[in-house]
């Protein structure tokens, strides 16, 4: 997390959006174990000092660079209509997240360094999917066991974008979304 600031000239925020930019680029291309303070630094255009002035460890800097990701993907307020939530934006927004290349290389690195670094599947889901399960599941009309029904929803979706060997269209995730809900009886 970014510490406080102290005494001395207030801090660059596009040096702050540099640093994290190049953090969650080099998390998405090499993961978070091939990922260094020093390739972060050089790929930002900064020195090491200005990454240890605002975060501790790596993994702080790679959990702040997952944060401010969500910045770029839909906003839940986008997924509210005020009553009722709108499932053609709900279906929208998540088939155009998932066939983002850059997004499916975050959810691949986030699920493979679960193990090693939890701290980064915690913030993603913290403060993205979480918010966005349950947004989700309030579009489930009928269903007893919500939790157990987003969970299949979710992992069937992540695995088909993160196996399958063809990059999908947000048209074919969209559709194959909707077959999916349809072939597991589920009412929305």
């Known amino acids: 997390?970014?510490?406080?600031?102290?005494?001395?000239?207030?801090?660059?925020?596009?040096?702050?959006e540099a640093?994290?930019?190049?953090?969650?680029?080099?998390?998405?291309?090499?993961?978070?174990?091939?990922?260094?303070?020093?390739?972060?630094?050089?790929?930002?255009?900064?020195?090491?000092?200005?990454?240890?002035?605002r975060w501790e460890t790596k993994e702080e800097l790679l959990a702040?660079?997952?944060?401010?990701?969500?910045s770029h993907m839909p906003d839940v307020e986008l997924w509210d209509s005020g009553e009722k939530l709108a499932i053609d934006i709900v279906l929208d927004a998540v088939s155009a997240t998932l066939a983002d290349p850059r997004a499916r290389g975050?959810?691949?690195?986030?699920?493979?360094?679960?193990?090693t670094h939890p701290s980064l599947l915690a913030t993603y889901w913290k403060h993205y999917l979480g918010p966005r399960r349950e947004l989700g599941g309030a579009l489930l009309?009928?269903?007893?066991?919500?939790d157990v029904t987003m969970d299949m929803l979710i992992g069937t979706a992540f695995y088909r974008v993160l196996v399958h060997p063809d990059?999908?269209?947000?048209?074919?995730?969209?559709?194959y979304l909707v077959h999916l809900v349809d072939r597991m009886g589920v009412e929305i």
């Open 1 to 16: 997390m970014t510490q406080s600031r102290g005494r001395g000239r207030p801090r660059d925020p596009q040096v702050d």
């Open 19 to 53: 640093i994290l930019e190049a953090a969650l680029e080099l998390f998405i291309e090499k993961g978070a174990e091939a990922t260094s303070i020093e390739q972060i630094a050089r790929r930002a255009g900064v020195g090491k000092l200005s990454l240890y002035r």
């Open 64 to 70: 702040a660079a997952i944060e401010n990701a969500r």
């Open 106 to 115: 975050l959810l691949a690195q986030l699920i493979g360094s679960s193990q």
């Open 141 to 146: 009309r009928g269903d007893d066991d919500r």
């Open 167 to 175: 990059e999908l269209t947000p048209a074919e995730i969209r559709a």
